[in-house]
């Protein structure tokens, strides 16, 4: 049976070169970077190389990269980390309704700690109500916290605007970017976008799991939450991990060649996948206008069908989709995303994603509307009984 995987916000399959540079950390230059001898030199250099690649891309300073295992340590790095070290200049921190997990769980956890959480409301498109963002910025503030591009439905934030807002209405201010689905899809220039923090996962761009990175504009003041041996500058102690890191940053160089050419094609996807979507009975897309939405993400309500049924079902037919945010598919409570956009309740319970990468087609989609048409009839009467 064909494989046709529409999983990629997920996680990603790895570049052939970055599974090479993987294999050749891990048993050639294997050395410990901070080892002083020839071996833990050589493996030094692969950790600045990345370092090097990721600030040429992004237009920042080599030393404003610093290394996690993923984004959601990112994330807790960004929002404990910088509240902690800024407390004393106010207690509220700014965020939305439809953040990930490692956003919304550390906030909760600071909420504990005494910090005064703000939610800005979105509308049905998922669209961040800017007026009502511009009328909780005040002196009390000490950090805002948006992600770039729903991991969910695929809704892109106007980080630009936001940024520029922030530094108007709350100078004092920080601002985190969850740029996780962005990362690879857009180019990122985080001092053009008056971002402070900006978290990013090597999976998510072909590269290795379970490493990342978090970029803190020079300036910042934040607290290392994980300490120890004082690698990366005593800001985020413990061995460096040469074959992720060395990993990512051939990822992120790979999925920067021919960005256009690639964009456009998962634009293409995209449209293709709506356009046959619409061709169906009782499914909703969800979403704004295209110029709103990221390149790679369909949100779509099969109604009359549950999002894990259909999942399940498309996966017994080689299709690989997702029934939601891949950190808590696991977890039976209603989506907070499709949630904070007002979705009623049989949208909500039949919704999945679909999530394309440069090496997906149109035949593929056309096999996967083929399987869905001969499922659905079956699945919404199966429902019904």
């Known amino acids: 049976m064909k494989e046709i995987y529409f999983d990629n916000s997920s996680t990603t399959k790895p570049y052939p070169a970055v599974v090479d540079m993987v294999v050749r950390t891990m048993t050639e230059d294997y050395g410990n970077p ?48 910088a509240a902690l070290a800024n407390q004393r200049a106010g207690k509220t921190i700014i965020t939305s309704p439809m953040e990930h997990p490692a956003v919304s769980e550390p906030l909760k956890y600071l909420k504990d700690q005494g910090f005064n959480i703000v939610e800005i409301p979105l509308d049905k498109t998922g669209a961040l109500a800017m007026d009502k963002l511009e009328a909780a910025l005040n002196e009390d503030v000490i950090l805002v916290s948006i992600m770039y591009v729903n991991n969910e439905v695929g809704t892109v934030t106007p980080v630009k605007e936001i940024g520029t807002l922030i530094k108007a209405k709350a100078p004092g201010a920080l601002f985190h970017v969850d740029a996780t689905q962005a990362f690879g899809h857009y180019r990122i220039y985080p001092k053009e976008l008056k971002v402070d923090l900006l978290t990013a996962s090597a999976h998510k761009f072909h590269g290795p799991k379970g490493v990342g990175f978090l970029y803190i504009e020079e300036h910042v ?31 992120a160089e790979e999925s920067y060649r021919d960005f256009e050419a690639k964009n456009e094609h998962l634009r293409s996807l995209r449209r293709y996948l709506i356009d046959r979507l619409s061709e169906m009975d009782n499914v909703v897309v969800h979403g704004g206008a295209e110029e709103q939405q990221a390149p790679h993400i369909v949100n ?23 029934a939601g945010s891949a950190c808590s598919t696991h977890k039976r ?23 394309f990468s440069e090496t997906n087609t149109k035949e593929e989609i056309d096999e996967a509307v083929a399987v869905l048409n001969k499922l659905l009839p079956m699945l919404r009467r199966y429902r019904a009984h």
């Open 34 to 81: 901070s080892s002083m001898h020839q071996k833990g030199v050589e493996a030094e250099k692969y950790v600045k190389d990345a370092a090097k690649i990721l600030a040429g891309l992004m237009k920042v300073r080599e030393k404003e990269i610093f290394f996690t295992s993923g984004g959601t340590e990112s994330n807790n790095w960004a929002l404990v980390g």
């Open 221 to 251: 003041k934040i607290r290392p939450l994980i300490m120890g041996g004082g690698q990366q500058m005593a800001m985020r102690s413990g061995t460096d991990n040469v074959p992720g890191v060395a990993g990512m940053g051939v990822a």
């Open 300 to 322: 779509a309500a099969f109604i009359g069908v549950g999002s894990e049924v259909l999942l399940h079902s498309l996966e017994d037919n080689g299709i690989y989709i997702s």
């Open 333 to 355: 409570a209603p989506s907070p995303t499709l949630s904070a956009l007002h979705v009623d309740r049989d949208d909500l319970s039949s919704s999945v994603r679909f999530s």
